[in-house]
């Protein structure tokens, strides 16, 4: 079992900048893959952006420039420095872990995100 733990979503104005965190604990295996997916209201959950435990990225289009992904093994934690955020941001926002690509994820409880105009 991984259990995952998010901070530091909120409400935040057009063009401005949140950092999110992901804390992860239990089970955790050497090699794997953690990420953001976000989810707005009657929309399915999407990628926003994940990270190998090699350091290698993977961003959906909406947040390409202006949203960075990174991650801390030694304290098995995920970031997500978000800038010029825009009303289109605001969802909730879930950390993922991954031990293999094709494994099934574990979520965390997820983190609200509000942009407002």
């Known amino acids: 079992q991984v259990q995952l733990v998010e901070s530091g979503g909120g409400l935040v104005q057009a063009g401005g900048s949140l950092r999110l965190s992901c804390v992860a604990s239990?089970?955790?295996?050497?090699?794997?893959?953690m990420g953001w997916y976000r989810q707005a209201p009657g929309l399915q959950r999407e990628l926003v952006a994940d990270?190998?435990?090699?350091?290698?990225?993977n961003y959906a289009d909406s947040g390409k420039g202006r949203f960075t992904i990174s991650r801390d093994n030694v304290k098995n934690t995920v970031y997500l420095q978000m800038n010029s955020l825009k009303p289109g941001d605001t969802a909730v926002y879930y950390c993922?872990?991954?031990?293999?690509?094709?494994?099934?994820?574990?979520w965390g409880q997820g983190t609200q995100v509000t942009v407002s105009s």
């Open positions: 993922s872990y991954r031990r293999y690509t094709w494994s099934v994820p574990y």
């Open positions: 990270i190998t435990s090699g350091g290698s990225t």
């Open positions: 239990g089970n955790i295996f050497t090699a794997n893959t």
